[in-house]
């Protein structure tokens, strides 16, 4: 059986693995911090992660918070508000298996001490060109599952399939106590949030599990550049970044002050960045000309806005792990690499164009979905529950002609509701 590397234990990297050790592969793993060190680094997203990304995780005995109530969310709210706070549209629906969000530290942590657990073969070691050649005569395949920005050099920027050269949003994330929130008549419930300013950014808040193992809101700020919530910095300590959002807030969205009002920030937790969102080819060749995978974010870089980057991540790796294990090849040349690639496209692709549709591409076809799913509930769980799986909404939410055959399905009629 063949030895596989793998740099970059996120996501992308440690499920790959585990994967693959299930399968009796020998895997090396090449990361740069310990698993101490990552329950200590500075603060780190909190992704909401879906069905059926998170299918995989229960398949593979990786879900060590099942039963933990703070990280998961059992419903969704979307909420189109003018910049001056008024109400416009509202979309809400449970979802039909229970959505999770664990602050990466924690999971990355347990993960890594779990994959030694099982055998991997863990290397404490920052990934660099050097080692990815030397990787390359050591082992039978190597993947690179390094994030976004580092080794990004390695992997050529697909022009064809990005759509974007700069980022869309300014994100700044906090980690947050005592917000104030429940889902209309069902007070139990944890939920979602979602508001959407035309021409300003939108607003994310959702319950997770800290590091700390108590719970918290994630919230993401992601401001359309120079637009008025672009307020943030990161010069500033996270508590005055949160208190400017909360006199913006006091201001323009007072339905959304009232959530936040009494919140106080957790452990200093905050950041703040941009990403462009693109794809990239998926083999990378290094100057010998040997070759090397990229999976998650290394593969394709998503903007937090329509919480795909971790989902994606995580759907790559099982992708390229089922394809070893079903079809391993005799070599792992830019040939298979491209036969994985193209395979794996073919859904993810959908991911991509979901995202576009919520930074700033969004199509009037798509608008009238939006517009439905806040008049018809079925719509509104359809489009709720695709959230984890966009190629689940193909092709309603993706071709103009399609989503005149699904309205009409649905009997709605724009006009009826104007
Ligand atoms: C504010 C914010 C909110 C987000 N919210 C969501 C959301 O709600 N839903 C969602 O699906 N996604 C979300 N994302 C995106 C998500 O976090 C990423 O897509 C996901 O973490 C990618 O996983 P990965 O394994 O590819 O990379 P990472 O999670 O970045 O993991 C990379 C790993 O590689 C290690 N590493 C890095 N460089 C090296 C090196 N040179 N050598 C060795 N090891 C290295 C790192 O330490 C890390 O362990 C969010 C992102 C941000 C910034």
């Known amino acids: 059986m063949k030895h596989i590397a793998i740099v970059g234990a996120g996501q992308a990297g440690l499920q790959l693995g585990f994967e693959l050790l299930a399968k009796g592969y020998e895997v090396t793993m090449y990361t740069e911090k310990t698993a101490q060190e990552m329950l200590n680094a500075t603060s780190m997203p909190a992704p909401i992660q879906f069905y059926p990304s998170l299918a995989l995780e229960e398949k593979h005995l990786l879900n060590f918070w099942g039963n933990e109530r703070d990280s998961q969310v059992d419903a969704s709210s979307f909420c189109s508000c003018s910049p001056d706070g008024r109400k416009q549209l509202e979309i809400k629906a449970s979802l039909h298996v229970k959505a999770k969000s664990i602050d990466l530290r924690l999971k990355y942590a347990i993960w890594l001490e779990e994959f030694e657990r099982r055998n991997g073969n863990l290397i404490i070691e920052g990934g660099s060109i050097d080692l990815l050649e030397d990787c390359t005569l050591k082992y039978d395949a190597v993947f690179v599952a390094t994030g976004k920005n580092r080794l990004s050099t390695v992997f050529e920027r697909d022009e064809e399939r990005s759509s974007f050269n700069a980022p ?64 943030f910095n990161n010069r500033g300590d996270g508590t005055s970044q949160l208190e400017i959002l909360k006199g913006y807030a006091k201001k323009n969205q007072p339905g959304f002050y009232q959530i936040i009002k009494d919140s106080s920030l957790v452990n200093n937790d905050w950041l703040y960045g941009a990403i462009t969102p693109e794809v990239k080819k998926p083999a990378g060749i290094l100057p010998s000309g040997r070759v090397v995978m990229a999976i998650g974010d290394a593969l394709t870089t998503y903007d937090p806005i329509a919480a795909q980057g971790l989902n994606a991540a995580s759907k790559s790796a099982h992708h390229v792990a089922k394809w070893i294990y079903t079809n391993e090849p005799a070599r792992f040349n830019e040939k298979w690499i491209n036969e994985v690639f193209g395979d794996y496209w073919n859904k993810a692709r959908y991911n991509v164009l979901y995202e576009r549709s919520f930074l700033n591409l969004r199509q009037r076809h798509q608008k009238l979905i939006f517009i439905a799913a806040s008049h018809i509930p079925a719509i509104a769980s359809e489009f709720i529950n695709g959230m984890g799986d966009p190629s689940a909404l193909a092709p309603f939410y993706f071709d103009a002609d399609a989503t005149a055959s699904y309205l009409k399905e649905h009997g709605f009629s724009l006009k009826a509701v104007e």
């Open 168 to 231: 869309q949003r300014h994100v700044a994330h906090f980690y947050l106590a005592d917000c104030q929130f429940t889902y209309p008549h069902h007070p139990d419930w944890n939920t979602a949030y979602f508001i959407q300013i035309p021409g300003v950014g939108e607003l994310i808040l959702f319950n997770s599990l800290h590091k700390s193992g108590k719970k918290a809101f994630s919230l993401a700020v992601e401001a359309i550049p120079n637009g008025a919530l672009d307020l």
